[in-house]
Structures are given as structure tokens and as C-alpha cells.
């Protein structure tokens, strides 16, 4: 996720000095002087930063966090016999042993995203397989009319009353 290294950065952070002024002479660390008062004033030993150093380290643990979700994870693959089965521990997942691991070169965050397209495409499929039924039975609906109080489509061969046998399947209800 960052090229920072971290744990670098904490170190510092941790040791770094803040750099503050005195408030008599105005001069920088390492310098004593005598102030207002009959004691020295000690210079503080650190620089100056934009952020708390609190808050620095807040955030380096948030970094932190979000890469164990952005890092991939290696897949420790193991099979015993006599299953048929290998397991990746580091994911706790099986899969055939001709299989991969579904994790294998992803990170949690493109594992979850690669899951959510899968089921994305999955819906839009469905959808696309309800309309195209639904468009199906109502060309079947069109066929069958009624005429004469018999079904116009199945009374070419004999005389079928309406609603015929195939409009009653389409409604659910063929024995009726």
C-alpha cells in the first residue's frame, strides 16, 4: 500500500526532538541560557513537526491496519492423505487438489472485490434469463387465443376448449 517503511518511521517518531524556542533569548536546542530566572532554561532536544506525535502514531497504526487488508497473504497449501482435498491455511479454504486457492495472488480488499463482480454478473445474467422466459411464455400466450370458445392453435387438429392444456401449464394449473 505505501513505499514508507514504517516501522522506520515510528522509530523516529518516537525519538525525534521538538524543536521549541525559548521563550527569553529565543534560541535554538542545545543552547542554555538563563532566562527571566536565576535558573538555566533548558532547550528542549526536538524539532517541530505539523502533527502530535500522538496522532502520527495513530495514523502509522491505521497504515498498518489497512495494509494487512491491501497486502496478499502467500497461500500455505497442505494435503493429508487419504483426503481428497488440499487446505491453504493461511486463507482456510479447501479446494480440489488440482485446484488452487480462490485468494491465491490477492489481497483480501481484490479477493472481496473480485467476489462482489462474480455476483454482480451472476444477478445481471438472471435477470437477463427472467426476461427472456418471461418473453418466451408470452410468444406461447400469443399462439394460443381464443376463438370461438376454443383454443385458436390447438383446435387446427381437433377442437380443444379454452383455455387449452398448454395455457393452463403456463398458469399452473394444467389439470384444471
Not at 489481497?107 to 451472476?122: A, F
Not at 370461438?148 to 387438429?157: I, M, N, Q, R, V
Request: with cysteine; proline share 8%; hydrophobic share 30%.
Amino acid at each position: 500500500m505505501t513505499d514508507l517503511d514504517l516501522q522506520e518511521l515510528k522509530r523516529q517518531l518516537t525519538l525525534a526532538p521538538l524543536s521549541i524556542k525559548c521563550p527569553s533569548c529565543g534560541s535554538g536546542p542545545g543552547k542554555d541560557c538563563y532566562g527571566n530566572g536565576p535558573m538555566p532554561y533548558v532547550h528542549a532536544q526536538r524539532t517541530p513537526s505539523t502533527l502530535p506525535i500522538s496522532t502520527a502514531l495513530a495514523l502509522i497504526a491505521r497504515i498498518e491496519a489497512a495494509e494487512l487488508w491491501s497486502t496478499v497473504h502467500p497461500c500455505n497449501v497442505t494435503h493429508e492423505e487419504p483426503y481428497d482435498f488440499q487446505w491453504c491455511e493461511t486463507h482456510d479454504r479447501t479446494f480440489p487438489l488440482d485446484g488452487a486457492c480462490d485468494h491465491e495472488g490477492l489481497s483480501v480488499i481484490d479477493y472481496q472485490n473480485k467476489r462482489e463482480t462474480e455476483q454482480r454478473v451472476r444477478a445481471i445474467r438472471a435477470e437477463d434469463r427472467i426476461e427472456e422466459l418471461e418473453a418466451t411464455i408470452q410468444r406461447v400466450r400469443d399462439l394460443h387465443w381464443e376463438t370461438l370458445g376454443e383454443c385458436a392453435a390447438c383446435s387446427l387438429d381437433s377442437s380443444t376448449p379454452y383455455p387449452c392444456p398448454t395455457l393452463k401449464a403456463l398458469e399452473g394449473n394444467p389439470n384444471d
